[in-house]
């Protein structure tokens, strides 16, 4: 069977691993001083770290639409897999793996979205 894999950008994972292993990312929005961008594409982590660094610019991060995800899992079905896994960051954390919950429900149980682990309060 074949299993193809989908994550978020947050995942940081290097271009090479992601080639190697023909894993899906979804990249999450962000926005420098109210200018959106694709994480990883529009947006680079020097961007962020420089605005972050300068201290008088806004960073925000918000999910990918349920669209997006839902593009993701519909084109690797095209390509010839079977089924998907979807991991992302914890739910606690971002709203992502709702979205992707979401898309996955309009392709029934083709694609599983894990639940992830609760983080530990302290």
Excluded: W
């Excluded at 995942?11 to 001083?33: G, Q, S």
């Excluded at 201290?55 to 095209?78: G, H, I, K, N, Q």
């Amino acid at each position: 069977m074949s299993v193809a894999v989908v994550t978020d950008s947050t995942a940081d994972l290097p271009a090479d691993v992601v080639a190697a292993r023909r894993i899906t990312v979804v990249p999450l929005v962000v926005a420098i001083n109210g200018v959106e961008g694709l994480e990883g594409q529009d947006v680079s982590p020097a961007d962020v770290a420089r605005a972050l660094g300068g201290r008088r610019e806004t960073v925000t991060t918000s999910r990918p639409p349920p669209a997006a995800f839902a593009r993701a899992y519909r084109e690797l079905f095209d390509a010839g897999a079977e089924a998907v896994v979807s991991v992302h960051i914890s739910a606690q954390l971002s709203g992502t793996a709702d979205a992707a919950r979401l898309a996955a429900s309009e392709l029934g149980e083709r694609v599983v979205v894990p639940k992830g682990l609760r983080l530990a309060s302290k």
